[in-house]
């Protein structure tokens, strides 16, 4: 029992045990008072001894030493106090205004004081910062969990990524480099706020950019200035405004990649909040790379095997072997000529690999036929578009091939198939993959017909006028016959 109270009495307040010291003080000489009251009122002196003199002088001094070693422990636990509250601003705020804090000839109650209003305005600063990034942590969860639904490729998702922190972190510009394992740099992947023409062709070392620290340590990194280690990495860096911010894209424990915001809108620094939010959205944005990747791999391995079976029905007709190859050089070479994007031509080279895939729906006694299919016989051949589209349409990578294959075989004029498109509603590509088709099928032999010689062949899509696309013939003609003179 007096061990809880002890341990009671020892965790109570400064307050509390200055009112129960100075009751214990009080009391000695308030009973010394009483004594001599009493002594005078009742018989008119006060009668002491030497001996009880002396006692009472004992217990005084005795009393005040208590009195004053009590006093001078609770005193010394405030100092200690003051001291240890310093101790801990000095490591978050530093000599410089610890300094501040204890100029003047102030005691320590006063200094304790001035320590507990600075840590208050510490606090109610950090929380204001708290309620700043839990704000921006859920603008950028909302921007890009609205942007996601609506994305279709990982391009795009990357720069909705780079946009949105750039934003956030009110940077004034954004990049996302990936590595180059071959080459041991980084390169520019996707820029925000600057355009990425500027950056063709720029490479970042792995060792001297402003981003190496951030790879080696695979943590995110704030990059006030940098000196760099040669003229060529100077070069490289043109552009770049600091501070610089930036986070690793860690896949596996490996750095494939690297997310930065460069230069910033206001005059504050880059906090560590935001370090944490980079880093995140970094980590994430690399398992979202990664994922495409296998995607891609999914969709290639798919791709190839349609275009297997493609083949295999090309290879049940000994008249139609070649086919698809040729259709995809006509095209290839039609597109290129024009003047087409990369990535378009591509995609026109993979459609005409598979624009026939279809027919492997198509009974063999329909698609073998020696002779001219009947009424019956062509309805069903005219299923294998919509029969094609259907086998690929599953696999978002091949996205991009799916009108092709359904519409080769529509016409200007509305009259071909499955749809009936007309003049613009066919895509340009498409009017491509179709005078190719047609001209193979014209310089091929049938079991109904010899092949047509070319020059022939182009004259007979000129007749077609209204029906297919008359300059992707003329670009086709140019390619087949590079020095005669156009065919009317």
Request: glycine share 6%.
């Given at each position: 029992?007096?061990?809880?109270?002890?341990?009671?009495?020892n965790?109570?307040?400064?307050?509390?045990k200055?009112?129960?010291f100075?009751?214990?003080?009080?009391?000695?000489?308030?009973?010394?008072?009483?004594?001599?009251?009493?002594?005078l009122?009742?018989?008119?002196?006060?009668?002491?001894?030497?001996?009880?003199l002396?006692?009472?002088l004992?217990?005084?001094?005795?009393?005040?030493f208590?009195g004053?070693m009590?006093?001078?422990s609770?005193?010394?636990?405030?100092v200690?106090?003051?001291?240890?509250?310093?101790?801990?601003?000095?490591?978050?705020m530093?000599?410089?205004?610890?300094?501040d804090?204890?100029k003047?000839?102030?005691?320590?109650?006063?200094?304790?004081?001035?320590t507990?209003?600075e840590?208050t305005?510490r606090?109610?600063?950090?929380v204001?910062?708290?309620?700043a990034?839990?704000?921006t942590?859920?603008?950028?969860l909302?921007?890009?969990?609205?942007?996601?639904?609506n994305?279709r490729?990982i391009?795009?998702?990357?720069?909705?990524i780079?946009?949105?922190?750039?934003?956030?972190?009110?940077?004034?510009?954004?990049?996302?480099?990936?590595?180059?394992n071959?080459k041991?740099?980084?390169?520019?992947k996707t820029?925000?706020?600057?355009?990425l023409?500027?950056?063709?062709?720029?490479?970042?070392?792995?060792e001297?950019?402003p981003?190496s620290?951030?790879?080696?340590a695979?943590?995110?990194?704030?990059?006030?200035?940098v000196?760099?280690l040669?003229?060529?990495?100077n070069?490289?860096?043109?552009?770049?405004?600091f501070?610089?911010?930036c986070?690793?894209l860690?896949?596996?424990?490996?750095?494939?990649?690297?997310?930065a915001v460069?230069?910033?809108?206001?005059?504050?620094p880059?906090?560590e909040?935001?370090?944490?939010?980079?880093?995140?959205?970094?980590?994430q944005t690399?398992?979202a790379?990664?994922?495409s990747?296998?995607?891609?791999?999914?969709?290639?391995?798919?791709?190839?095997t349609l275009?297997?079976?493609?083949?295999?029905v090309?290879?049940k007709?000994?008249?139609?072997?070649g086919h698809?190859d040729?259709?995809?050089?006509y095209?290839?070479?039609?597109?290129q000529?024009?003047g087409?994007?990369?990535a378009?031509?591509g995609?026109?080279?993979?459609?005409?690999?598979?624009h026939?895939?279809?027919?492997?729906?198509?009974?063999?006694?329909?698609?073998?036929?020696?002779t001219?299919?009947?009424d019956?016989?062509w309805?069903?051949?005219?299923?294998?578009?919509?029969?094609g589209?259907?086998?690929?349409?599953p696999?978002?990578?091949l996205?991009?091939?799916?009108?092709?294959?359904?519409?080769?075989?529509?016409?200007?004029?509305?009259?071909g198939y499955?749809d009936?498109?007309?003049g613009?509603?066919?895509?340009?590509?498409?009017?491509i993959?179709a005078?190719?088709?047609?001209?193979d099928a014209?310089?091929s032999d049938?079991p109904?017909?010899?092949?047509?010689?070319?020059?022939?062949a182009?004259a007979t899509?000129?007749?077609?006028?209204?029906?297919?696309?008359?300059?992707?013939v003329?670009?086709l003609e140019?390619?087949?016959?590079?020095?005669?003179?156009?065919l009317s």
């Amino acid at each position: 029992m007096k061990k809880m109270q002890m341990r009671s009495f020892n965790n109570s307040s400064v307050v509390v045990k200055f009112q129960v010291f100075f009751i214990v003080l009080a009391l000695l000489p308030l009973a010394i008072l009483m004594y001599l009251y009493y002594e005078l009122k009742v018989e008119g002196r006060v009668s002491l001894s030497v001996e009880d003199l002396n006692t009472v002088l004992i217990f005084v001094v005795v009393g005040i030493f208590a009195g004053y070693m009590a006093m001078r422990s609770l005193l010394s636990n405030l100092v200690d106090v003051t001291k240890t509250s310093t101790g801990k601003l000095r490591e978050i705020m530093g000599m410089e205004r610890i300094q501040d804090l204890l100029k003047g000839d102030e005691n320590e109650i006063a200094i304790l004081t001035r320590t507990f209003r600075e840590v208050t305005s510490r606090l109610e600063d950090n929380v204001t910062s708290l309620q700043a990034a839990k704000k921006t942590l859920q603008s950028v969860l909302t921007r890009v969990g609205h942007g996601i639904a609506n994305i279709r490729s990982i391009d795009s998702f990357l720069d909705l990524i780079v946009e949105t922190i750039t934003e956030a972190l009110s940077g004034k510009q954004g990049f996302l480099l990936l590595v180059d394992n071959e080459k041991k740099v980084l390169t520019v992947k996707t820029v925000f706020g600057a355009s990425l023409g500027s950056f063709d062709n720029k490479c970042f070392s792995l060792e001297t950019s402003p981003f190496s620290p951030a790879i080696r340590a695979r943590t995110a990194f704030i990059i006030p200035k940098v000196q760099y280690l040669s003229s060529d990495e100077n070069r490289a860096t043109e552009g770049l405004e600091f501070p610089v911010i930036c986070a690793p894209l860690l896949c596996h424990n490996e750095v494939i990649g690297v997310l930065a915001v460069s230069g910033r809108k206001v005059e504050a620094p880059f906090q560590e909040e935001e370090m944490v939010l980079l880093l995140n959205l970094a980590m994430q944005t690399a398992v979202a790379i990664e994922n495409s990747k296998l995607s891609a791999d999914v969709g290639r391995t798919y791709f190839e095997t349609l275009s297997a079976l493609a083949m295999a029905v090309e290879a049940k007709d000994d008249y139609s072997r070649g086919h698809l190859d040729r259709v995809g050089q006509y095209s290839v070479s039609i597109a290129q000529y024009i003047g087409l994007p990369i990535a378009e031509v591509g995609n026109l080279r993979d459609a005409a690999r598979i624009h026939d895939v279809g027919k492997i729906g198509i009974l063999d006694g329909v698609l073998t036929k020696p002779t001219t299919l009947n009424d019956e016989e062509w309805v069903i051949m005219k299923r294998h578009p919509e029969i094609g589209e259907g086998i690929i349409r599953p696999i978002s990578s091949l996205q991009p091939l799916c009108d092709m294959v359904r519409h080769h075989h529509e016409k200007l004029d509305g009259s071909g198939y499955p749809d009936g498109l007309k003049g613009d509603q066919i895509p340009l590509l498409v009017r491509i993959l179709a005078v190719a088709d047609i001209f193979d099928a014209l310089t091929s032999d049938r079991p109904y017909r010899k092949a047509m010689p070319q020059i022939e062949a182009i004259a007979t899509l000129r007749s077609l006028a209204g029906k297919i696309d008359q300059e992707v013939v003329d670009v086709l003609e140019k390619i087949i016959f590079p020095a005669a003179p156009r065919l009317s």
